[in-house]
């Protein structure tokens, strides 16, 4: 019964940060239109980084640069009231939020500023590793040559350039800024009435009835039918209930979990 179900909708082949190798027969399988980043962790384990581009680091950037504008606000007015005393703390304040910010954020907030955060960026090493003290120092200390000739030109320049969209600080410090993976949420099946398989079911049919419950929100109607008509015969169910049958069916298998 397997063979007539959806074929798996796994992950397609990736456009990494290097040329795709070329398969035994000849042809080029094509990459999809995400760029990826593949790494090897010092445990030997396979990251697919996905690298930020310059606009949703552009945005990350402002946002950081009114918050810092806005801490530097709120130290004024009140440094203000402490005469030349408050003054010396606002240099000191001013050298910290300028030159500090950045740093402090990256290293001890998992590579995420404020900004970063908020568009869900992160900064990493090379090898997907946490970013340390030394190399965000050397990225964040980069910037003003970013910053050359004005409005970051270089920056944007290196980053478009480069396949891992790096500023010269990255490749001084050896990190990425990556979009955070998150966790694909598992879809939820109809609530509907649990059914028994009117046969045993193998670990692949079962497992297939399960994703076909699952993923049927997403196809249309027309191929909804078409599956479902097809298995309509070993379930022993006319066609136009054979999609309720396997979504109960489906029910019973996972159960309340």
């Not at 992950?11 to 790494?39: H, I, K």
């Amino acid at each position: 019964m397997s063979d007539v179900l959806m074929p798996d909708n796994g992950p397609g082949p990736s456009a990494e940060a290097v040329s795709l190798p070329a398969p035994a027969d000849g042809r080029r399988e094509l990459p999809d239109l995400d760029s990826r980043y593949r790494v090897e962790t010092p445990e030997g384990i396979d990251l697919a980084l996905r690298p930020a581009g310059v606009l949703p680091r552009a945005l990350a950037f402002l946002i950081d640069l009114a918050i810092r504008g806005a801490i530097l606000i709120a130290a004024f007015t009140t440094m203000n009231l402490l005469g030349d005393f408050g003054a010396g703390l606002l240099l000191i304040m001013l050298f910290l939020v300028n030159w500090w910010y950045m740093v402090l954020f990256e290293v001890l907030n998992q590579g995420r500023s404020p900004g970063k955060a908020i568009l869900g960026l992160r900064v990493v090493m090379d090898d997907g590793t946490p970013v340390g003290w030394g190399p965000s120092l050397t990225r964040n200390l980069l910037r003003f040559v970013d910053m050359l000739p004005f409005g970051y030109l270089l920056g944007i320049l290196s980053s478009l350039l480069h396949p891992g969209f790096k500023r010269l600080g990255d490749l001084a410090a050896g990190t990425l800024v990556v979009y955070g993976e998150t966790a694909p949420s598992r879809p939820t099946l109809p609530e509907v009435a649990p059914l028994r398989s009117p046969f045993p079911l193998s670990l692949d049919e079962q497992r297939a009835l399960v994703a076909f419950a699952e993923r049927q929100a997403s196809l249309s109607p027309a191929r909804r039918a078409e599956i479902a008509e097809l298995l309509a015969g070993p379930l022993e169910v006319h066609p136009s209930l054979a999609e309720a049958e396997i979504t109960g069916i489906a029910r019973g298998l996972v159960g309340d979990a």
